[in-house]
């Protein structure tokens, strides 16, 4: 399902289907997530890993269908956090997630 080159992007990678079940998390999501209590993660439920609000957000996300983009810092590291549904042939299927460091530094918005 998922291409080669997903598994050691830089940027953490992880796919559930359309009632949150963990299909897929690259080896930066794995090392960021998965704990020896929790692991493996894939085939559980990621509202199991998420507070109240955050399953509220995630669930209105799989009901409209739209992503929602945001930045976050933890620990002095600045994140950009994408996530957005996928489809197959058209059909919902579940929701990826990509968080990517950003730098200290973010050069400025550049139209193009």
Known sequence: M????AKEFGA????CDENGVLLYLNEKARSIFETPENAPLVGKSM?????????????????????????IEKKGVKKLIYQAPW????????LV???MEMPAEVPPHRIR
């Open 2 to 5: 998922i291409p080669d080159w």
């Open 12 to 15: 953490s990678i992880t796919v």
């Open 47 to 71: 509202f199991e890993c998420h507070k109240q609000a955050s399953q509220e957000m995630i669930r209105a996300m799989m009901a409209t269908k739209k992503p929602h983009v945001y930045t």
């Open 87 to 94: 489809f197959e042939e058209g059909t919902f299927k579940g």
């Open 97 to 99: 997630e990509i968080s």
